[in-house]
T-cell receptor
Framework: SAVISQKPSRDICQRGTSLTIQCQVD?????MFWYRQQPGQSLTLIAT?????????ESGFVIDKFPISRPNLTFSTLTVSNMSPEDSSIYLC???????????FGPGTRLTVL | AQSVTQLDSQVPVFEEAPVELRCNYS??????LFWYVQYPNQGLQLLLK??????LVKGINGFEAEFNKSQTSFHLRKPSVHISDTAEYFC????????????FGTGTRLLVSP
């Protein structure tokens, strides 16, 4: 497994602003993923972020709204742009290795948009 | 389409009683199956996983699950629950070719009362 940290742990933001969430892993990982968990709901994959390539977005998510960076094998950021109250969710970073076929999750960032 | 069904949105149970959380998946191909737990205001923690081999999988905190291919089920069980088991439990699946994305069920809230 790995120790995954996210910053910030929570934030309250105004409509129209942007927030960048950081995900740091204590070891090198091949694959990183960003998920959204809307209030009272399950997890939905936003995008897959592999180092050295552009992020791959799932249907319903676009790069202009959720730009992602993956500068190295231990770090990634997700930006939630031009926020609206509908973006209020928990955003979770997840990492995986092909050798284990398992994903591990960070503690999440709880975002509230007013 | 790939899907995971958790029929029970909430399961109330008394402390020290046994519990079963149901999970069914749709698939015409081989799958990997996972159970994650989310304690209040925390991220997801891996409970157990089925990749191959024995159909009875043991995880952390005394939980176990049984893979049933004919019934496409992966129910989670614990013979005696504790108050501290109160949490949201998510079943998830992924395909076995490459590192495919996780598809989550809608979650089951386990409420353990004294």
């Amino acid at each position: 497994s790995a120790v995954i940290s996210q910053k910030p742990s929570r934030d309250i933001c105004q409509r129209g602003t942007s927030l960048t969430i950081q995900c740091q892993v204590d070891s090198q990982v091949t694959m990183m993923f960003w998920y959204r968990q809307q209030p009272g709901q399950s997890l939905t994959l936003i995008a897959t972020a592999n180092q050295g390539s552009e992020a791959t977005y799932e249907s319903g998510f676009v790069i202009d709204k959720f730009p992602i960076s993956r500068p190295n094998l231990t770090f990634s950021t997700l930006t939630v742009s031009n926020m609206s109250p509908e973006d209020s969710s928990i955003y979770l970073c997840s990492v995986g290795w092909e050798s284990t076929d398992t994903q591990y999750f960070g503690p999440g960032t709880r975002l509230t948009v007013l | 389409a790939q899907s995971v069904t958790q029929l029970d949105s909430q399961v109330p149970v008394f402390e020290e009683a046994p519990v079963e959380l149901r999970c069914n998946y749709s698939s015409s191909v081989s799958v990997y199956l996972f159970w994650y737990v989310q304690y209040p205001n925390q991220g997801l923690q891996l409970l157990l996983k089925y990749l191959s081999g024995s159909t009875l999988v043991k995880g952390i905190n005394g939980f176990e699950a049984e893979f049933n291919k004919s019934q496409t089920s992966f129910h989670l069980r614990k013979p005696s629950v504790h108050i501290s088991d109160t949490a949201e439990y998510f079943c998830a699946r992924r395909g076995v070719l490459g590192f495919q994305k996780l598809v989550f069920g809608t979650g089951t809230r386990l409420l353990v009362s004294p």
